[in-house]
């Protein structure tokens, strides 16, 4: 998994409470994305970074906030868990984000909404 | 929307058989990837196709591209049980950063 780590790799919560979920990457590259995997669906794009504090939505962006802070660190944060999020997440990085690229996937996390 | 759906959704073949599955997409693409993941782990990047090539090889995997047919498929030859997995087929609109990806084929490999 390319150097990167994704925490936490299971997350159990409410509904209503906060949740912020970390993509860490070592290989410095200038795009980070956040995708949910759901049956029947694949994966959707949530949102994407191109650069520290350079973030832009993604198809299924309601309901979710990223921030940029570090090149290394891309933090998706539901504002309000709701059941309808109980997903597995992956974070992806890539270098400089063209369609001909290879995205790198994180391991995941698992988060349980209830 | 999802851009490109995998066909068949699920395939089980005896090992040393070939694979085959399907991608159809709806807008057009420069270039298209297929992606590999492993039960309970993250996806693998195995091939790309450019819009203007008609097939691509890589050790056992063959991709075809119909771009008049908007359909891309992937060969897997000679099966191995580690290719148990699900594939993924991702197209780019048209050469933005995005990726759309489709739902997926899950196959398995019986030894």
């Known amino acids: 998994d390319a150097g990167i780590t994704q925490s936490p790799r299971h997350k159990v919560t409410e509904t209503g409470t906060p949740v912020t979920l970390r993509c860490h990457q070592t290989?410095?590259?200038?795009?980070m994305y956040w995708y949910r995997q759901d049956p029947g669906h694949g994966l959707r794009l949530i949102h994407y970074?191109?650069?520290?504090?350079?973030?832009d939505k993604g198809e299924v962006s309601d309901g979710y906030s990223v921030s940029r802070s570090k090149t290394e660190d891309f933090l998706l944060t539901l504002e309000s868990a709701t059941s309808s999020q109980t997903s597995v997440y992956f974070c992806?990085?890539?270098?400089?984000?063209?369609?001909?690229?290879?995205?790198?996937f994180g391991p995941g996390t698992r988060l349980l909404v209830l | 929307s999802q851009q490109g759906e995998e066909d068949p959704q699920a395939l089980s073949i005896q090992e040393g058989e070939n694979a085959t599955m399907n991608c159809s997409y709806k807008?057009?693409?420069?270039?298209l990837q297929w992606y590999r993941q492993n039960s309970g782990r993250g996806l693998v990047h195995l091939i790309l196709?450019?819009?203007?090539?008609r097939e691509k090889h890589s050790g056992r995997l063959r991709v075809t591209l119909d771009t008049s047919k908007k359909s891309s498929s992937l060969l897997i030859t000679a099966s191995r049980a580690a290719d148990t997995a699900s594939y993924f087929c991702?197209?780019?609109?048209?050469?933005?950063?995005?990726?759309?990806f489709g739902t997926g084929t899950r196959l398995t490999i019986i030894p």
């Open positions: 992806a990085i890539s270098e400089s984000g063209q369609g001909a690229e290879t995205q790198y």
């Open positions: 290989e410095n590259h200038r795009y």
């Open positions: 970074s191109y650069g520290v504090k350079d973030t």
């Open positions: 807008t057009s693409i420069n270039n």
């Open positions: 196709i450019r819009s203007n090539e």
């Open positions: 991702a197209t780019d609109g048209g050469g933005n950063e995005k990726l759309t």
